[in-house]
């Protein structure tokens, strides 16, 4: 288990998690390969929750993912009241595609 967020970023970093994906609203990016990944596409190979203290806004995981193309790269969301609920469908897909 990792401490914090930034410590869990940098370990799967060495793990080889070393792409930032992104949620879109109907689909999971890449911005540094100019991709876009359904989440059938891709498989969750770790999840690590966080809750910062009493501030809602301090509530993240981090999804250690990798694409059926072999791209290995880390997602961070937020998760409660921030969360925008076309890209909580997203990682509803992706979550259901994991199991």
């Keep these: ?3 914090d967020l930034a410590e869990a ?3 799967l970093k060495e793990k080889g998690f070393d792409h930032t994906f992104e949620l879109g609203k109907d689909c999971i990016t890449c911005k540094t390969l100019d991709t876009q990944y359904q989440a059938d596409k891709l498989s ?9 203290g009493t501030d809602p806004g301090s509530e993240s995981t981090i999804y250690a993912i990798e694409a059926d193309s072999g791209v290995k ?3 961070i969301t ?3 009241k921030y969360v ?7 990682i ?3 979550l259901s595609s994991a199991g």
Excluded: C, N, R
């Design 92 to 94: 509803d897909k992706l």
């Design 84 to 90: 925008d609920p076309d890209k909580a469908k997203v």
């Design 44 to 52: 969750i190979k770790e999840t690590h929750e966080f809750d910062q």
């Design 9 to 11: 970023t940098e370990a």
């Design 78 to 80: 937020s998760y409660g």
């Design 1 to 3: 288990m990792y401490k």
């Design 73 to 75: 790269g880390t997602l």
